[in-house]
């Protein structure tokens, strides 16, 4: 039995790092009594300050990750990494700690990624088979103050914002004419009111109070989707050029994908997609599958009741 555990999550994004919580949290329930401590990035590692699990969250610079995982192995006897940028398996192998360093292998097409991780650790004996799904802890007082900054009501929250533009939906504005009040956004892009800035734990409160209201939040693909629906808010997620089998959301979260034909979508390598990088869809001026997600379909499934 591992004393001391180390979870490296450094591959970069807010939603990496909410897809590796089912192993977080598995890995604390299958070793109750170890330390568990995740290597990771700000501004998401705020995201683990609170939880309950965690013993401890380490923090990488960015640019500075090898010698922070260097440093994080020498007080570790199992180590699970999600990722295999910065030469992360070599240095775990060198160090000599036991532990899963590749997660990538052989990965399904239609196997949700996090699903994927979950499988491999129960198969290397590390984890029960059951999952969890990602979920953030938040404390009262966060979720309370939260409160007060949404408007009255059931609000619906956009998140128009994504952090590539082949991901960017661009029918937010038809959108909110099909929404009943109270529409509000995290951030430009909408013609909604935007919500006040916070910082992410904020945020992550927010999407907790609309789910304690029993409110919707619509977004992308991207990491503040992921965050509202580990934050327990009911998420409806836009997916387009990734493919939601492998990048959708748990329920009750909703999943909908533009163009699931689209012959030119890699779900296993979504960086080598001809679009990925430039937002240069060979089918059309804009992303083709964001465009055939119509705003009458997102609004059916934001107002849908499970
Ligand atoms: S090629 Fe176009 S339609 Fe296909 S996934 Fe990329 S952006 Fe979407």
């Keep these: 039995m591992p004393d001391r555990i180390l ?23 299958r070793f109750p009594r170890a330390e568990l401590r995740v290597l ?59 532990g899963v360093t590749d997660l990538w292998r052989s990965p399904p097409p239609d196997e949700p990624v996090s699903r994927r991780y979950v499988r491999i650790l129960a198969a290397e004996g590390l984890l029960a088979r059951w999952y969890r799904p990602p979920r953030l802890h ?32 661009p029918h937010w504005a038809a959108l909110c004419g099909l929404l009943d009040a109270p529409v ?14 916070t910082d992410l734990r904020g945020l992550a ?33 836009l997916f387009g050029p990734t493919l939601a089998d492998r990048y959708g959301l748990d329920i009750p979260g909703v999943s909908l994908q533009g163009l699931p034909g689209c012959p030119h979508r890699l779900p296993t390598a979504i960086t080598e997609q001809v679009c990925w990088w430039e937002a240069r869809c060979p089918l059309a001026p804009l992303p083709a599958c964001l465009v055939d997600l119509s705003p009458a379909a997102v609004a059916a499934a934001a107002t849908r009741r499970p």
């Design 138 to 169: 938040l404390t009262a007082a966060e979720v309370a103050a939260a409160d007060a900054a949404l408007p009255s009501g059931v609000p619906t929250v956009l998140v128009p914002g994504a952090g590539m533009s082949v991901k960017v939906w």
């Design 205 to 237: 409160a927010r999407f907790a109070a609309v789910g304690c209201r029993g409110g919707t939040v619509i977004g992308g693909d991207t990491g503040p989707t992921r965050v509202a629906a580990a934050a327990g808010a009911r998420t409806v997620g």
């Design 40 to 98: 990771t990035h700000d501004p998401g590692a705020a995201l683990l300050d609170s939880d309950p699990t965690v013993t401890e969250v380490l923090r990488a610079a960015r640019g500075a990750e090898p010698e922070a995982v260097a440093a994080a192995l020498d007080d570790t006897d199992l180590v699970v990494s999600t990722t295999r940028l910065h030469g992360i398996p070599e240095l775990v192998a060198e160090h000599g700690t036991p």
């Design 184 to 197: 509000v956004a995290v951030g430009p892009g909408t013609p909604a009111p935007e919500l006040p800035p």
């Design 7 to 29: 979870v490296v999550e450094l591959l970069g994004g807010l939603g990496d790092l909410v897809m590796a919580l089912p192993v977080v949290h598995g890995l604390a329930a």
